[in-house]
Structure formats: C-alpha cells, structure tokens
C-alpha cells in the first residue's frame, strides 16, 4: 500500500498512521566518569558536575523540555551528610535555577560510609512570565523560537563531604554522572499546557 | 521541498519518515503541598493526575515518570515508595500499574533520613484492562510507606521548583510492534 493523506492524516505504506502534527524535536545527551569533589561551601552553593547540553534552536517558542540527570555520590564516612540534584539553564546570556531538589534531598544524620545514586527528572515548562510559575513551582526562561539553550547539572550538599560522580565503585563500569534532555513540541499537550498564551 | 513518495516522505536533507514512530501526546502534573504518612497500601498524593487525550490506537503505550521526596521523624525504622494508578474509560475500572511496595526503600535504623522515590514504567495494558482506542486514561501518582512516620513533598533545604511530579507520554504502538 502507498502513503496515502486521509482526512484524519497520513498513513503510511507499512500500515502506521500520523494523526498529529507533535514529534520529539531533539534530543541531547552528555555523560563522564570524574570524580568532583565539592567546591561549593556547606548548603550554601551548587557545585558544578560538568556536565553541559546545549540544545539546538528551539523549533519554535512552544517547546518544552524533559530533562533527567543521575550521579552517584560517596560521603568521606562522616556523622552526617546529604545531596540533592540541580538544573540550571542559560538562554541568551540570562540563566536561572530550572529546579533544585535541595541539600539534603537524600540525607541521613546517622555515623558510617555511605554512597547515594542520586535521580532526578523535571519537565522545563515553568515560564517565570506565566500563570503557573508563582508558588514555587519554578522560574524557567520561556524558550524563543531559533534560539539555543543551554543545560547544566549540579549539585547541593548538607556538609562539605560528598564526592559527585565518583568512579571507584566496585565493579562500576559506563558512566558515573549522566544528563539528558529531550526537547518535545508543544503541540503534545492542550493549548494553555506550558505553551505561549 | 518534502516529497511523498510510495513508502513515506523524503525531506531535503535526505532522511524520510516512513512510519509513524512518535510521540502521540503527554501530559504532566506536579504538587507541591506536604502530605502526611500514606500507610502501607497507598494514597493519592494531592491532586496528581494526568488525564489523557483519546487513546490514539489499541496499540499505543504509556510511558510514565514519577518522582516525590520524603523526611522520617527520626524512629528506629522507615519505609516508603512512590507508585502509579490508572484509570481507564472502556470498562471503569482502575488499576495499580505498579506499586514497588511499602518497604521497596527501607532502613531499620535509628536517625534522620531524607530520600528522593521514583517510579518510572511502560503501561502495556497487560495487567491495567487492556488499551483500546478512543478511551480515556488517568493516570495518578500515589505514595506508600512502612511505619506511619513519613512526610511526603518534604520541605527541605535550598529546595526550588516541583516535587512531586507525573509525566505521561503516549507512545504510537509502531514504535514496539
């Protein structure tokens, strides 16, 4: 059968059919095995995982961007100690906080060695000049269509005693810190869902 | 210029789409509020739902991300876990998609602990009613936990935007078939 346009859409010769017009527009994706040591004092500051997306100029202002990142995490065997993932993201020289999960996201209070493989997912939508950002929901940059933005990971820690990414696990193999973003079509969702109104 | 050719459309930088592996639709939802401890068999977290468009095909999949945060109050044992519901318009039934359980996370010592719950599945209709096009399907993010001492949507330090969260993508059925 050839591909034929119907009222609904296009079917293709191998029987699959597109009914809307939403795709996946890119995808990105960066990893690396270093072990960082913290930089950043105590609860106070980020500090930077090396790893940075920058994503291709947003097909258009409707876009809106699933971001994951995961990295483990070795304590120096203190009384205490506590992690969280950061996204941050930086469009046209402006950048702010997409979403911080906090210091002591995974934390414990009790003494002994510990190591946390920390996740993180989050969905960029949270337009600081929309409806929705208020009440802590986020204070992202609206993407502008032909415009690139960029995506960095960090993290935040209870006490000056967490090692990120870290690459001395037993029988650890690939990558210890990984980070990827998916930049989808606004067309996906309902008109008013994260899309310019 | 694109061209329709017999078997899909070629694009002027040589690729072609001859099916129609995509994304169908998604939908997302997140809640900020703190919940008290939700016991052993589950409950909803806040108002977290997803209400999907039209099943595309009976072929189509469901591809869910859910994530909320946890505080003990510091007993000797705690346990939690963060799990997916649906609801589905062809017979008006609801389903677990998956509940890791109660205790899938777990510590049986004494102290201050915090964690980040992830649940994060493909809902292939097998144990959910099945997947029927032109239904409706709800999903829900609910929240588990071992010894009645767990707060979900913990407050916790330097902490900005969303918690808990649900994001649901549908999946046309080609990409798996």
Sequence with gaps: MALTLGPNGITMANGSEITTGGQPRSLRWTSTSDNVAQT????????????????????????????????????????????????????????????????HAHYESKPGDRYYNQHYWLM???????????????????????VTRKYRMYYLANNGNMVGNCNYITAQAGPSGFFMCLELDGNLMPTDYGKPT | MATLQSTGISFPDGSALTGAEHVVSCRYAYYNSTQGDPGNSGTWIGNLEVTMPATKSNNSRYLIFGESNTDDNNQSTCGAAVCTWVWSSQNNN????????????????GNDKYFVLHDMMIDDGNITGGITAGETRKYRLYSQSHNGNMTFQANVGGQEGVRAKLIVLELDGSLIT
């Design chain 2, 94 to 109: 609801s389903y677990w998609v998956h509940r890791p359980g109660a205790h899938s996370h777990y510590y049986n010592d």
């Design chain 1, 124 to 146: 960029d939508n949270k337009w600081a000049d929309g409806s929705e950002a208020g009440g802590n929901y986020g204070n992202s940059i609206r993407p502008i269509a032909n």
């Design chain 1, 40 to 103: 950043a004092g105590n609860q106070s500051g980020d500090t930077y995982l090396n790893m940075e997306i920058t994503m291709p100029a947003a097909v258009d202002n409707d876009s809106v961007y699933l971001l994951y990142g995961h990295s483990n995490f070795d304590d120096n065997s203190g009384n205490t100690r506590g992690v969280g993932l950061s996204f941050w993201i930086e469009q046209q020289g402006q950048s702010v906080w997409v979403g911080r999960q906090g210091y």
